[in-house]
């Protein structure tokens, strides 16, 4: 193994580890990950693929963890993920009937109103600790935020961590760390479903995608123990920054 492999094999496990840690408490890991697989010699669509076995492995983890530590609403599951699912089964058909360029605008312009809500008005999307959850008093606009959510992520998939998070903290006033707990729940079920499509369509290096989820699960597993003894106020600013992150990538890919 020459030294040009041997530094690509390392930064793969420090964007791995990376990725999981950040993905766990925010969103926009893929922003590490894709890149590293690229330079390995995966083209685009492999690499887009191989990318979902980390995806899955971390939020399996990643949920795992959560509901280890008492911070995971397994009452709440059901509530949460039938309607994500139906709103991405919407959205991915409306993604195949409109031009690829539409989807990065889309993508631009909800993180860009998130980031300028989260630094002006951070409780309006993210509840304290103290907060009784509002799933029951308010399950009409949390089933259209939550079936608005998957149609964003079925329809563009980037970022949809941060409007899972926007929804599950905004409206239904779930903590920052109970909010994580259930997007990793809706995240892994996504990542489930984008896997066996990439399968069917052979575009997945299971070989790479597995040694970049066992980082990935690493990363998880810290940033769960990170997220539940740390002030919640500075999980706010990890997702802030994550979400300015994206927007930052998002015009530089543009």
């Known amino acids: 193994m020459d ?22 408490m925010a969103g926009g890991g893929s922003m590490l990950t894709l890149p590293i697989l690229m330079l390995l010699g995966l ?16 939020s399996i983890s990643g949920v795992h963890a959560f509901l280890r530590a008492g911070r995971l609403e397994g009452t709440a599951i059901a509530s949460v993920v039938v309607p994500t699912v139906l709103g991405s089964a919407a959205g991915a058909a409306a993604a195949a009937h409109v031009p690829p360029e539409l ?11 998130m980031a300028v809500v ?3 008005f951070p409780t309006v999307v993210s509840a304290t600790a103290d907060e009784a959850p509002l799933l029951r008093e308010r399950r009409i606009a949390a089933f259209m935020g939550l079936f608005g959510a998957g149609l964003y992520g079925g329809f563009v998939q980037a970022g949809v961590g941060f409007v899972l998070l926007s929804v599950l903290g905004g409206v239904i006033r779930y903590d920052v760390v109970r909010a994580n707990a259930l997007k990793l729940v809706c995240t892994g079920i996504f990542g489930l ?30 940033g769960v123990r990170f ?25 530089l890919k543009g």
């Not at 030294?3 to 766990?24: D, E, K, M, P, R």
């Not at 002030?231 to 992150?245: E, M, N, S």
């Open 118 to 120: 989260m630094l002006l």
């Open 227 to 251: 997220a539940v003894r740390v002030r919640h106020g500075v999980i706010r600013w990890i997702i802030t920054g994550a979400v300015v992150a994206t927007c930052v990538g998002a015009l």
């Open 3 to 24: 030294q040009h492999t041997v530094v690509l094999h390392v930064a793969l496990a420090v964007a791995g580890i990376s990725a999981g840690f950040l993905n766990t």
């Open 43 to 58: 083209p685009a669509d492999l690499a887009n693929g191989t990318n979902r076995i980390s995806v899955v492995g971390q």
């Open 193 to 222: 479903v984008a896997l066996a499509v990439f399968t069917w369509a052979g575009q997945v290096v299971w070989w790479l995608g597995g040694l970049l989820a066992a980082y990935t699960v690493i990363g998880s597993q810290l």
């Open 103 to 113: 989807l990065k605008y889309v993508l631009l312009g909800t993180m860009m109103v």
